[in-house]
């Protein structure tokens, strides 16, 4: 955190060219082209209503080019509010600004040997303690910039935020305030809200008319030690009741016979599948449901011969796997509910060679967990790694008839799932628009704050964070492709996300290898990005015509309308008060984790 010092303007303002000269002593650098530093598009951004005692940031971006130090002088009332932080560009050494009398004088420079400052940069970020009601505004006087030559340029960026600073008392009964910076926060429902009904799209059952149930007749228990079953299936019996099912039948149901096991195995030949695929005209799908859970097998997923056989098994964990997890899940602050269950699908083919398939292709696979009595709404599924640690998985918790609730999980692979319960909140959403859903995300592991317990909601999002933010929503599993940027440190927090974002198609490079982590992502990237993750899930949806306003003098990039109207069909982006969008205006943390729980919601991998 930087220190705010109230001391005079005038010992604290120093020449740029000073600043600049004083980092070239500590770090010299080679010489440049002397091409001069240029900036435009500038905009202010932050929470428009903040809450009288409370906190809010605002946050400056420009489109620069050759930069390599500035100084920006904004101004603000301080009789309505207070300077408590100020940070400037990433990477870099930042003078400590003067917070005093209204004004702050922000003067930063790269560090050594980096590259200047180039494309859509966070300039400045403030935050602000408010200390009473009512309208206040933060101003961007003027902005000095510097290239490595110490060639100088001054602009006047002419922007100013804003904020309707609120009392406690007036909030509504949702927790929100309003909007913020371009996305306008949905109402929260009520706390007696049912949760949402499973979706056609991504229910375990996709539709009753068109599923069939196999017969008893059809499954044999082979053998049952203790609790753990094992069942095969009755060829002749199965094909003849397939071959005779009704050309709308695209769902075959197996119930393993069994009222209360620890472990469900059923072998499948090859056989079977092709059946089922032939009847359903290449679209059907097998589920296998037990006391153990349910599991839909995604059969176009498999590689078969003509005399395979896959085993699909579902079992809960040992005794003593149930207290190491429990102990780990209580050390992150949950408690973990009932008996974890590992789901795992292994093809042995006629060589005798048998894979177990820890991960698909390109399918969601969709599994039940045992109904349960539980509070949806402090309860999350969770899947359990190798490693010990546990991560989100997307969950619908749907109720049943006497009450209880069925988790229905989407992965595209195989692992050990359960559920645990607890919630997370962060120091600095106290009054903040975004609160309440935020704290919903990080209760489903789905978002995280810094080492200081804070989650900077009106901090734009970088490409980094937002990688991790995606992948982790769907739980996307590692393929086996090399993937390298020159940007990219392999041990960094975010490598392992960015590869499956790319890997995945949702993200792209750059020219030059470069990936470029710590850039902002701007509205119109965001929607690009969860656009093509909605396609991934294989969700189908037409977008309705819709009246976008922009910005005077915006307009929409052909690589992001589609997806913009997109998103704005769905609801996922409704834009800000005045329904504008924004695109070119990168989001913030806030804002990016409220669309993606929208967008959550509306593929049902979570309950509204």
């Known amino acids: 955190m930087i220190a705010i010092y109230n001391s005079k303007r005038w010992k604290m303002r120093i020449p740029l060219y000073i600043f600049v000269l004083l980092c070239m002593l500590i770090a010299p650098f080679p010489a440049h082209a002397n091409t001069l530093p240029a900036a435009s598009a500038f905009t202010l951004s932050g929470n428009a209503s903040p809450v009288v005692g409370g906190s809010f940031t605002v946050?400056?971006?420009?489109?620069?080019?050759?930069?390599?130090?500035?100084?920006?002088?904004?101004?603000?009332?301080?009789?309505?509010?207070?300077?408590?932080?100020?940070?400037?560009?990433?990477?870099?050494?930042?003078?400590?600004?003067?917070?005093?009398?209204?004004?702050?004088?922000?003067?930063?420079?790269e560090a050594g040997n980096e590259q200047s400052l180039n494309g859509i940069v966070r300039m400045a970020q403030l935050t602000f303690n408010v200390l009473q009601e009512g309208e206040t505004e933060v101003s961007w006087q003027s902005l000095k910039i510097a290239n490595r030559s110490l060639q100088?340029?001054?602009?006047?960026?002419?922007?100013?935020?804003?904020?309707?600073?609120?009392?406690?008392?007036?909030?509504?009964?949702?927790?929100?305030?309003?909007?913020?910076?371009?996305?306008?926060?949905p109402r929260a429902e009520g706390a007696g809200k049912e949760?949402?009904?499973?979706?056609?799209?991504?229910?375990?059952?996709?539709?009753?008319?068109?599923?069939?149930?196999?017969?008893?007749?059809?499954?044999?228990?082979?053998?049952e030690s203790?609790?753990?079953?094992?069942?095969?299936?009755?060829?002749?019996?199965?094909?003849?009741?397939?071959?005779?099912?009704?050309?709308?039948?695209?769902?075959?149901?197996?119930?393993?016979?069994?009222?209360?096991?620890?472990?469900?195995?059923?072998?499948?030949?090859?056989?079977?599948?092709?059946?089922?695929?032939?009847?359903?005209?290449?679209?059907?799908s097998l589920v296998i449901s037990s006391s153990v859970g349910m599991y839909k097998l995604p059969i176009n997923q498999l590689k078969l011969d003509a005399n395979s056989k896959v085993t699909i098994a579902m079992a809960t964990v040992t005794e003593e796997q149930i207290q190491a997890i429990g102990t780990r899940v209580a050390a992150e602050g949950f408690t973990l509910t009932g008996a974890p269950v590992d789901f795992s699908v292994s093809i042995q083919l006629s060589s005798g060679q048998i894979t177990e398939l820890h991960d698909y292709d390109s399918a969601f696979a969709?599994?039940?967990?045992?109904?349960?009595?539980?509070?949806?709404?402090?309860?999350?599924?969770?899947?359990?790694?190798?490693d010990g640690t546990m991560a989100p998985v997307p969950t619908l918790f749907v109720k049943q008839p006497d009450g209880s609730y069925v988790a229905l999980i989407q992965r595209m692979g195989n692992s050990t799932y359960g559920l645990i319960t607890g919630s997370r909140t962060f120091a600095d959403l106290s009054g903040h628009w975004s609160?309440?859903?935020?704290?919903?995300?990080?209760?489903?592991?789905?978002?995280?704050?810094?080492?200081?317990?804070?989650?900077?909601?009106?901090?734009?999002?970088?490409?980094?964070?937002?990688?991790?933010?995606?992948?982790?929503?769907?739980?996307?599993?590692?393929?086996?492709?090399?993937?390298t940027f020159s940007?990219?440190?392999?041990?960094?927090?975010?490598?392992?996300?960015?590869?499956?974002?790319?890997?995945?198609?949702?993200?792209?490079?750059?020219?030059?290898?470069?990936?470029?982590?710590?850039?902002?992502?701007?509205?119109?990237?965001?929607?690009?990005?969860?656009?093509?993750?909605?396609?991934?899930?294989?969700?189908?949806?037409?977008?309705?015509?819709?009246?976008?306003?922009?910005?005077?003098?915006?307009?929409?990039?052909?690589?992001?309308?589609?997806?913009?109207?997109?998103?704005?069909?769905?609801?996922?982006i409704t834009g800000d008060q005045e329904h504008r969008i924004r695109?070119?205006?990168?989001?913030?943390?806030?804002?990016?984790?409220?669309?993606?729980?929208?967008?959550?919601?509306?593929?049902?991998?979570?309950n509204e």
């Open 59 to 109: 946050t400056a971006t420009a489109q620069v080019s050759e930069v390599f130090a500035f100084e920006a002088i904004f101004r603000y009332d301080p009789l309505k509010v207070k300077l408590i932080r100020a940070d400037g560009a990433s990477n870099g050494n930042l003078l400590k600004p003067d917070g005093g009398e209204g004004t702050i004088i922000l003067a930063w420079s």
């Open 152 to 185: 100088e340029v001054a602009v006047t960026p002419d922007r100013s935020f804003r904020a309707q600073a609120r009392s406690e008392s007036s909030l509504d009964d949702t927790g929100s305030t309003g909007s913020t910076g371009g996305v306008s926060a």
């Open 195 to 223: 949760p949402a009904t499973v979706a056609p799209e991504v229910a375990i059952i996709t539709n009753p008319a068109q599923t069939m149930q196999v017969s008893e007749q059809a499954v044999r228990v082979t053998s």
């Open 226 to 284: 203790g609790n753990r079953v094992h069942a095969v299936l009755n060829m002749t019996q199965v094909l003849q009741e397939i071959q005779e099912s009704s050309k709308e039948t695209s769902t075959f149901v197996i119930t393993i016979p069994t009222k209360e096991s620890s472990s469900v195995s059923v072998d499948i030949p090859s056989e079977v599948l092709q059946a089922i695929l032939s009847a359903s005209g290449g679209s059907g």
């Open 366 to 386: 969709a599994r039940t967990l045992p109904a349960r009595q539980l509070d949806p709404e402090q309860t999350a599924a969770v899947l359990f790694l190798p």
């Open 435 to 483: 609160e309440r859903h935020i704290e919903v995300m990080a209760g489903r592991l789905l978002v995280n704050g810094d080492s200081e317990g804070r989650f900077r909601p009106d901090d734009a999002i970088t490409r980094a964070e937002f990688a991790k933010l995606l992948t982790d929503a769907f739980a996307l599993p590692e393929k086996d492709v090399r993937t």
């Open 487 to 572: 940007d990219v440190d392999p041990s960094a927090w975010y490598s392992a996300s960015f590869r499956k974002a790319v890997s995945f198609g949702l993200m792209e490079g750059y020219d030059g290898g470069l990936f470029r982590p710590d850039a902002f992502v701007t509205r119109e990237e965001l929607a690009v990005m969860l656009d093509r993750a909605i396609h991934l899930t294989g969700y189908k949806y037409d977008s309705p015509p819709q009246s976008i306003q922009l910005l005077e003098g915006e307009q929409l990039n052909d690589w992001s309308k589609a997806a913009i109207e997109g998103m704005v069909g769905l609801g996922i």
């Open 583 to 606: 695109p070119s205006q990168p989001a913030t943390r806030a804002e990016a984790a409220v669309m993606l729980k929208r967008m959550l919601i509306k593929l049902s991998f979570m």
